[in-house]
Nanobody, 127 residues
């Protein structure tokens, strides 16, 4: 079983940056594909970014393309979400999620494909 702990959320002004971290423990991290989701008040949870366990392939939603970057350090069992040029509409609780994958270059887009979730970290962007 993989346990996930997110950190790095907070309050930032529009145009600012935050770097979220998701630390995994419990199992071999390197065979797990990972994703970051977010859920704003009154809205459904949505996928923001995803990364294959090799780190070689990534997915970025159109709404964050060019502003957010996902990366991972398998030696540290950690995945990162660098968020730049933040907008008020980025305000949400951000969750990291993982699933074991037999394919080193496969990422996953659907919420139901992920098996383990963190507790979430709040990101608030003021205008």
């Amino acid at each position: 079983q993989v346990q996930l702990v997110e950190s790095g959320g907070g309050l930032v002004q529009a145009g600012g940056s935050l770097n979220l971290s998701c630390a995994a423990s419990g199992r071999t991290f390197s065979s797990y594909a990972m994703g970051w989701f977010r859920q704003a008040p009154g809205k459904e949870r949505e996928l923001v970014v995803a990364i294959a366990w090799s780190g070689g392939r990534t997915y970025h939603a159109d709404s964050v393309k060019g502003r957010f970057t996902i990366s991972r350090d398998n030696a540290k069992n950690t995945v990162y979400l660098q968020m730049n040029s933040l907008k008020p509409e980025d305000t949400a609780v951000y969750y990291c999620a993982v699933r074991r994958s037999p394919y080193s270059d496969e990422y996953y887009l659907r919420e139901e494909e992920y098996t383990n979730w963190g507790q979430g970290t709040q990101v608030t962007v003021s205008s």
